[in-house]
């Protein structure tokens, strides 16, 4: 095939116009002394620049060294940049010179290597001195690698060849010491600067802002005679992250022009702040948006507990026709998990598979959970057994999620083939591990892992290890022994350890206990309402009804009021709410009728209420059982049996704890209906079927 190649035309040598010329028998080769003043310095394209390296290769014009530093200056160019090439021509030259080193260390950084740009460097100093061309460059390969100490050396050695006060090297000495939380050397870099750019100032502002002090990145900012986009840009994102949005948006509303970064740090810092109607208001005003615009307001949306809004917005963004990020993803996947929206996370796994996402990374490790909190524990396992490169996080997200189901048997069964795979478990893996042990009353064996995690794998127990293992005592009824272990604990016990050992002195009636427990508890947390709610319930079942009206006396001193019971059920894409005796629901008539149908059949199947739940003070039996018949659960069941497809699964979500009676009731009516009932309370899943539930009646 001839070779082609571009020429200028010698008759329009001021325009753009390009004639070609073909290198076939008829034209013969030119001369390798021609070939770098009439085709090199015309070259403006990767193919044109392969053109003439094949070229000076056949014609032997590749042994002139300025055909070579020609070529290497054309591969390492920005409008072409193919390291690789520029590499191989680089190996050719005999004795590179500065301006050669430094084409090929900027190549470096252009291509994000920039370890390999410092390899090279300690190559150059070998052959030359480098100069205020070099020096720039290799302190920006340090910055990117956050490579401070390696920094220091090129600082000094900036110093000692007299370039130590050079804008450029200086410039980037602050860039550096900024990036690495140097603050204070970046500063006395800044100070001793006799000329100051733009990067100069504005590094150093982000640098201030980085490490928190906004004021002095502030009065920094007001001593600048010039400013640019970066400039506003930084200060806006460091008062954000600071937590003074008000701050920011009176300097973002100062902003000559606004970039779409700006944007995005306002509405991260109001989402920060809780403040997400303001963050929805700016991303409305968006003349236009990027990826990371969605993904913030997405985040947001989630970090703030408001996941209807989150997922609200990801179909925005399906409706755009935009493949959606992997960080928005992870997001709507916690999301779905915050609602245990099942089929909108079914609809986003098919989202990931439409689009190509690969799951061997933290995407894997999101949908396990994602399945794993909304009840469906065979759907997390498919993924995770579909995962073919499975790393720490996907074993330990698939143990956490059995965990929470109460699988103790197939959690340790995965922990010893994780082990097995040479997979070392980190901190979070225990706590699945010993949160299954307590979920199945596995206290020798919680004892076992917890010692484990510490002689065998050199991981220190955080407060939340000790927290599972607080709850596996309590659980078994060990109560002492959990007494002991919290005051032998190293670290200050938190609210959620102390509310362990009040709910196990409740469930086990051990007042005196859960006395203690209750005044920690409430000197640690006063605002815990849990506290108030297990110890009046704790009071009720041991008939302290004197005890019980001084409880509810002091929630009412300090404000605190008692979550109502609440479990919400999903069908065809809507979450249905019911408190206890809720008459609010469009199909309020069929839901109490079913109601009455589902008490005759638990009647039939020989059921007596439990009436020692019922914990008020109530004479009457009649009225207690009236009581529990319209506890939340049971009209999210009936819901269920009137609107889903018979055999399909009823999933439900409660905020409390299942108490005794319902718990016994879901049982019968899963048999009675023949229907798996999925139940996720405020600690655990249970999976009721065939009359029986997953817990064996341990929770």
């Not at 703030?304 to 925005?316: K, P, V």
């Not at 229907?675 to 341990?698: L, P, Y």
Request: charged share 20%; net charge neutral; glycine share 8%.
């Amino acid at each position: 095939m001839p070779c082609t190649c571009s020429l200028p035309d010698p008759l329009v040598n001021s325009s753009r116009k390009r004639a070609m010329v073909q290198l076939t028998p008829s034209h013969p080769l030119p001369p390798p002394q021609s070939l770098s003043f009439s085709l090199l310095q015309s070259c403006q394209t990767l193919k044109e620049a392969t053109q003439l390296h094949a070229l000076s290769l056949k014609t032997g014009a590749f042994t002139n060294p300025s055909i070579v530093s020609r070529l290497l200056s054309l591969y390492a160019h920005p409008s072409i940049n193919h390291l690789p090439y520029a590499l191989s021509v680089f190996s050719h030259l005999p004795n590179p010179n500065l301006i050669s080193f430094n084409l090929l260390l900027k190549s470096h950084l252009t291509n994000h290597r920039s370890h390999d740009a410092l390899l090279l460097f300690s190559r150059l100093l070998h052959h030359h001195a480098p100069d205020n061309f070099t020096l720039p460059s290799v302190v920006k390969a340090c910055a990117r690698l956050g490579a401070v100490a390696e920094g220091k050396q090129v600082h000094a050695l900036a110093v000692k060849i007299g370039l130590g006060l050079e804008m450029y090297v200086q410039s980037s000495l602050v860039s550096l010491y900024s990036k690495c939380g140097a603050i204070g050397c970046a500063r006395k870099v800044f100070d001793e600067m006799r000329e100051r750019d733009l990067v100069a100032w504005n590094s150093l502002i982000d640098g201030y802002a980085r490490c928190g002090r906004v004021d002095v990145a502030v009065e920094l900012f007001e001593e600048m005679e010039e400013r640019d986009e970066f400039s506003w840009t930084v200060l806006v994102d460091g008062l954000s992250k600071c937590g003074q949005v008000e701050k920011a948006r009176e300097v973002f509303e100062r902003m000559p022009s606004k970039n779409v970064v700006s944007w995005n740090a306002m509405i991260n810092g109001y989402m920060k702040g809780g403040e997400f109607e303001k963050a929805r208001e700016l991303f409305g005003r968006m003349g236009s948006r990027d990826v990371i615009s969605w993904n913030s307001m997405i985040a947001g949306y989630e970090f703030n507990g408001q996941f209807g809004e989150a997922l609200e917005l990801f179909r925005e963004v399906l409706e755009e026709d935009v493949r959606p990020s992997p960080a928005a993803l992870v997001s709507v996947l916690s999301a779905v998990s915050g609602l245990a929206a099942l089929s909108k996370g079914r609809m986003v796994h098919s989202v990931m598979v439409k689009h190509g996402f690969e799951l061997e990374g933290v995407l894997g490790t999101s949908l396990i959970d994602m399945y794993s909190k909304c009840g469906s524990i065979d759907s997390a396992m498919a993924v995770f057994e579909g995962i073919q490169r499975k790393k720490v996080g996907h074993w330990t997200a698939i143990i956490v999620g059995l965990g929470m189901h109460g699988m103790a048997d197939q959690v340790l069964q995965l922990f010893l083939e994780m082990r097995t795979n040479g997979m070392e478990p980190h901190g979070i893996t225990f706590i699945g591990i010993l949160n299954a042990c307590s979920h199945a009353g596995l206290v020798d064996l919680g004892r076992y892992y917890f010692n484990m995690m510490r002689k065998d794998y050199g991981i220190e127990p955080t407060i939340e290890h000790y927290g599972c293992f607080v709850d596996i005592l309590c659980r078994a009824g060990c109560l002492d022994e959990a007494k002991d272990v919290i005051g032998s604990m190293p670290m200050k016990p938190n609210k959620f350890i102390w509310m362990s050992l009040l709910s196990g002195a409740r469930i086990h009636k051990n007042v005196e206990i859960g006395d203690y427990a209750a005044q920690h508890l409430i000197e640690v947390s006063p605002e815990t309402i849990g506290c108030y709610v297990v110890l009046s319930n704790m009071y009720a079942a041991a008939d302290q009804w004197e005890k019980v009206s001084h409880v509810r006396e002091m929630m009412k001193k300090r404000g605190v009021r008692k979550d109502p019971g609440c479990s919400s059920i999903e069908h065809r894409g809507m979450l249905h709410e019911f408190i206890v005796g809720d008459k609010s629901h469009p199909q309020t008539k069929e839901i109490y009728s079913k109601l009455s149908e589902v008490r005759e059949k638990l009647k039939s199947a020989g059921h007596v209420p439990d009436t020692s739940q019922v914990l008020l003070c109530l004479e009457d039996e009649k009225e207690k059982e009236a009581e529990l018949e319209n506890h939340s659960e049971r009209l999210a069941i009936s819901f269920g049996l009137i609107n889903l497809e018979p055999r399909s699964p009823i999933r439900i979500i409660k905020n409390l704890r299942v108490c005794n009676d319902c718990h016994s009731v879901t049982k019968l009516l899963s048999k009675i209906y023949n229907r798996e009932i999925v139940v996720r309370d405020n600690s655990r899943f249970h999976h009721f079927a065939n009359g029986s539930c997953s817990c064996k009646d341990f929770w």
